[in-house]
Every structure is written in C-alpha cells, then in structure tokens.
T-cell receptor, first 116, second 112 residues
C-alpha cells in the first residue's frame, strides 16, 4: 500500500509568486493534516480535514494560505503571494478516523519550500 | 498555547553509546508520542504512551510517560548508525485527536 505522497519535494520561488503543494493521503484515510516546520523550529499544525470538510484551520498563518480537499481525496495547499517567512518544510499526514482516539499519523516526506 | 521543551537540541555520540533525551511541558498531556525523522523523510511514530507512569519499549528504544504527565523520556541503547536523525516528542492539543504539538527536536549524530 502506498504511503502519503507529496509533490513537489522541493520548490524554489521568488517572493510574490504562487506555489501549490499537493498531498495524496493513504487510501481510505479520512483525516488529512498539514503541518509545517520552519528551519530549526518545531513542527506546527496548520489545518485538519475530515474527508472534504475543514475540521480545524486554526494553525493557518494568514489568508495567503488556502487549502482544499475536493472530493475528500487528495489535498492542495496554495500560498499566494509567497513571502520569505513562508520558507520551510510542509508536511502532510493522514490517519483513519477513530472517533476520539489519538491514532497513528502517517507523514509524507514533506515539500520543502524556499522563497527567495 | 502549549509548548514542549525538548533537550538536548543536538547530540554527538559514538556508535554503541546509549542516548537519553527528554521533553517537558508546562501543561498536562494525556498522550505522549515520540517520532523520528530520517534525513529527507517525514516523521515516523516510534512509541506512543497513553498512561502516566507507563514505560514502553520498542526494540532498543524505551520511553516513559512521566508521573506528573508533564514530561516524557526517550532512551536509545547501544546506538547504531541508522539511529541518526531528528527525534521529536509530541502530544495532542486536545484529548483524543491528532492535532499535535511538537517539541523542537533532538538531532542525533553518530560519530564513527
């Protein structure tokens, strides 16, 4: 069974440009999360989908970030326009819905974003 | 919000040595998780702890859930080269979900 896959693995863009990151969760996983790690700091929660619905987007930094999960399958995270402080590694993770347990999150390899 | 203070930030050890790292919080956690991130990969769950005082092993790894529920420890015995990576502690922000707070990580380097 394929794990969580993310694309691209690395993106280098200039300030002001737009980037779209994609995540394909493990098949059958209703929960999809986006996390971000800025250089040397902790991994921080961005948002959580249950199927196609946004369950919690309290970690999204500002309105330059837009996440979607149409059809409850893959998800995209768009940054527009990108700023220097958006640089970091964006991780996607998925899990099966467990109805209240803290289950095991399966992380993708991450998409490294560098904004110049 | 909740913060997890992880120490040490980095460790340089020789192959075969034992490793200890810990994680502390100012607030109580009901679950403690330890993840490892290999270079170029995403974090992978190593050990999950669900009960205060619990001591759990996974091969050469042993983790403990502190009695106060505000700390946790991870030990690695007889380190080998593939133990290299970043180790993160984490806990759920709210009981029973996967919105996690992570520590800043402990980077482990093994000197040949």
């Amino acid at each position: 069974e394929a794990g969580v896959t993310q694309f691209p693995s690395h993106s280098v863009i200039e300030k002001g440009q737009t980037v779209t990151l994609r995540c394909d969760p493990i098949s059958g996983h209703d929960n999809l999360y986006w996390y971000r790690r800025v250089m040397g700091k902790e991994i921080k929660f961005l948002l959580h989908f249950v199927k196609e619905s946004k369950q919690d987007e309290s970690g999204m930094p500002n309105n330059r970030f837009l996440a979607e999960r149409t059809g409850g399958t893959y998800s995209t995270l768009k940054v527009q326009p990108a700023e220097l402080e958006d640089s970091g590694v964006y991780f996607c993770a998925s899990s099966k819905y467990r109805g209240g347990d803290t289950g095991e999150l399966f992380f993708g390899e991450g998409s490294r974003l560098t904004v110049l | 919000g909740q913060q997890l203070n992880q120490s040490p930030q980095s460790m340089f050890i020789q192959e075969g040595e034992d490793v200890s790292m810990n994680c502390t919080s100012s607030s109580i956690f009901n679950t403690w998780l330890w993840y490892k991130q290999d270079p170029g990969e995403g974090p992978v769950l190593l050990i999950a702890l669900y009960k205060a005082g619990e001591l759990t092993s996974n091969g050469r790894l042993t983790a403990q859930f502190g009695i106060t529920r505000k700390d946790s420890f991870l030990n690695i015995s007889a380190s080998i080269p593939s133990d290299v990576g970043i180790y993160f502690c984490a806990g759920p922000v709210n009981f029973g979900n996967e919105k996690l707070t992570f520590g800043t990580g402990t980077r482990l380097t093994i000197i040949p």
